[in-house]
């Protein structure tokens, strides 16, 4: 952290707090955020922190954007799809051709457009080329059939980066990513907004495709077949961040449960001067400041461009399984107010499980790991 960092921190707390934090009750029930939110993200120059200022971005790195995702973790956000949003960007801005890079990524940082990209399939989740949704070429572009499913952002994108099949014979050389866009396109469908056991307002959806329409250079890279490549190379920023959230959330969960067990009473004393109570937290606190210090790390290896798919793996399974860990232990120490969904520390509980499911089931991450031993 240094004056600028802290000076972003300062104006996203403020944003969270008057445009994010006060809307959240309704954005469960309606199951997505207002499509404004992302303009007024954009203004203030959050959506794509660390995309370079010639593309719209605003210029930073990895710690900018790290910052931002942990003030949304720090106040309870799972609605804002800032996270999927980003990854799109990086994808663009990294796989793409300078025309999509040019095109596309101003907008993004606008918030003029939402992303989401597209995988998993309802009979292809983590197992990426087992998937069935086929794109072909004509003479005005492709076309693509097939649905997705459990897409982020998928109700409200305006740009969806889709993984289909090009050449079905072909294997995972096959796989191609196309940059679909939805307004206007007759063939393109949002199913239902799924409904989650937690972070319920974030718009996860089904998605249709019926001869959905693709412009012919809209193949990210511009080549075909490069689609799995381009995904193995960009999924370690994908988890990188999903490691930043769960550290924001541990933090988040042990503050919140120090202040509780200093206010609650039980047999005439707080529960913190209880020696069960002071003992969990004393484990909760030093696994946090573990997790803090290798998130901080992997943070400078990826400003540094030394982040590989085994680190991220670590960062991804190992936080997001101690982040389950420790909002249960906090849960516990609540009692029965840890039941309930007024308190936020329940609602971080049913948000947290999928953390070890989305970005590559955790036991997908342990097997790249185990690939390097």
């Known amino acids: 952290m240094d004056a600028e960092l802290e000076g972003l921190r300062d104006a996203t707390r403020r944003f969270v707090a008057s445009e994010v934090t006060p809307h959240q009750e309704r954005w469960?029930?309606?199951?997505?955020?207002?499509?404004?939110?992302?303009?007024?993200?954009?203004?203030?120059?959050?959506?794509?922190?660390?995309?370079?200022?010639?593309?719209?971005?605003?210029?930073?790195?990895?710690?900018?954007?790290?910052?931002?995702?942990?003030?949304?973790?720090?106040?309870?956000?799972?609605?804002?799809?800032?996270?999927?949003?980003?990854?799109?960007?990086?994808?663009?801005?990294?796989?793409?051709?300078?025309?999509?890079k040019l095109k596309y990524l101003p907008r993004l940082a606008s918030g003029e457009m939402v992303a989401a990209i597209a995988m998993s399939e309802p009979g292809a989740g983590s197992d990426l080329k087992g998937i069935r949704t086929t794109a072909v070429a004509g003479a005005d572009g492709y076309r693509v059939n097939g649905s997705k499913t459990f897409i982020s952002n998928g109700y409200l994108a305006d740009l969806i980066v889709v993984v289909v099949k090009t050449d079905a014979d072909a294997g995972h050389k096959g796989v191609s990513l196309l940059l679909l866009e939805t307004r206007d396109n007759?063939?393109?469908?949002?199913?239902?907004?799924?409904?989650?056991?937690?972070?319920?307002?974030?718009?996860?959806?089904e998605l249709f495709f019926d001869d959905a329409h693709v412009a012919l250079d809209n193949v990210l890279g511009g080549v075909e077949g490069r689609g799995f490549s381009q995904l193995m190379t960009e999924l370690p920023y994908e988890r990188t961040i999903l490691g930043v959230a769960g550290v924001a959330a541990i933090e988040r969960a042990l503050q919140l449960t120090i202040e509780h067990t200093r206010e609650r009473k039980a047999f005439g004393q707080a529960l913190i001067e209880m020696q069960n109570t002071r003992f969990v937290l004393a484990e909760?606190?030093?696994?946090?400041?573990?997790?803090?210090?290798?998130?901080?790390?992997?943070?400078?290896?990826?400003?540094?461009?030394?982040?590989?798919a085994v680190r991220a793996s670590m960062a991804k399974y190992w936080i997001s399984d101690l982040q389950c860990k420790v909002i249960d232990q906090c849960v516990q120490l609540f009692g029965g107010y840890g039941y309930m969904l007024e308190y936020p520390i329940a609602q971080m509980y049913v948000d947290a499980r999928v953390q070890r499911i989305y970005g590559g089931a955790n036991e997908i991450m342990k097997e790249i790991i185990a690939r390097s031993l």
């Open 28 to 100: 469960r029930k309606q199951q997505h955020v207002d499509r404004e939110l992302w303009n007024k993200g954009g203004e203030m120059g959050i959506l794509l922190a660390d995309i370079p200022e010639q593309y719209g971005g605003s210029g930073g790195t990895f710690a900018h954007q790290a910052v931002v995702f942990e003030e949304l973790g720090y106040a309870g956000d799972m609605a804002f799809g800032i996270h999927v949003h980003a990854i799109v960007a990086h994808y663009i801005l990294n796989q793409g051709t300078e025309a999509q």
């Open 186 to 205: 007759p063939g393109f469908r949002v199913g239902r907004i799924l409904e989650k056991v937690g972070q319920k307002g974030q718009d996860t959806c």
């Open 284 to 308: 909760i606190k030093t696994e946090a400041t573990i997790a803090r210090i290798f998130i901080d790390r992997c943070i400078e290896d990826m400003i540094a461009g030394r982040m590989d």
